[in-house]
DNA sequence: ACCTGAACACCGTTCAAGT
DNA sequence: ACCTGAACACCGTTCAAGT
């Protein structure tokens, strides 16, 4: 006799991340995923493949927020304000969330990973943020240093390699004025040695 | 009746490095590494507290040769030469060992992580660096701007996260560049709205 | 003094059997 | 049609017993 399902995949998915977040991947087992939901471990598997996937899953919810984040941070009077917006906004996501965070840009299976139009959806506002700082010929490179430096300062910071004191939120601003400028070196004005200016 | 030992520290250390490199850290099992090494698991427990601790080693093993291979590329003509050096450095041996490389800025247990004093020593050159190009007051900021940057450029490249196609190679020299100016930039030469400048 | 098999407490995953 | 216990193949780790 039927019987209807007992959970769903979206609890599924979002007790996932509250494990996640609070015990760290590790902690995210089949069987406290399924505890908290109310059901035996082997029952998971009506609707998810496999760790794998429910992990894809989770990874692709947290992507898509922050692809809406970084598309609502931009609009600001000048290119410069953007980039302090979205990076402002993209550390804050990460502080707000460390371990999906980690997770999304962890050594990552290829099981693991996000769809690839997710992936562009959220390089897609860094790109044009570049574009309208060092021009759309540096737009690609740009939108990479931007990203890479983001990336590795939160990445740092999450993972406490940053270990010689200091202010690290100053370390962030300066971070941010001073890329700001190598970006718009080049686009425009002239620089002294900067043999790229056109 | 004493029996010589059948292998030691530095075989363990020296094989897990192997099968991490070869297998992924999931790959790194004590199984594995005995069977590698021509014991039972239950042995190593004699030379190593736990699979944790073999893991620190291994990482320490690996900063040890990081901090080396930075210190040994400065001493060229000018900054911008240098931070060029150590960036191609820095990358070629991430490059060289992609996974003990990630291991190293992974998500870390307290029980993986290097001695500070190691950490300080691998940080040692860049902030050198940082000050011949920003000025000893920058340094510290300069310093974390050049590793954020290139620990994000890298942990990209390895995670396969630029997915946009391009020249990875050409966006890495674009960010050194920028970089070098960004430093620089407020550091002897006045730049029109750095006030930062002196 | 080192090495081992056996055991324990975990995993993820499969599957036949229940309802 | 969903859920389950039991089972399988793995882990890391401990420990008493071998040599």
Redesign the pocket.
Known sequence: ???????SLGEIVQTGRRILEAEGLDG?????VAAEVG?????L??HVR???HLIHLINSTVAGELADMLEASLGHASPAEDLAAMADAYRGFAHAQPEAYRLMFARAPESWRVEPELGERAAAPVLRLAASLAGPEHALDGARLIAAWANGFVSMELADTFRLGGDLDAAFRFGVERLSTALVAGHGIATPGDGAAH
């Open positions: 006799m039927p019987t209807p399902a007992r959970t995210l087992t089949m069987q406290r059901v035996r471990a082997p029952s598997y009506k496999d760790r794998a």
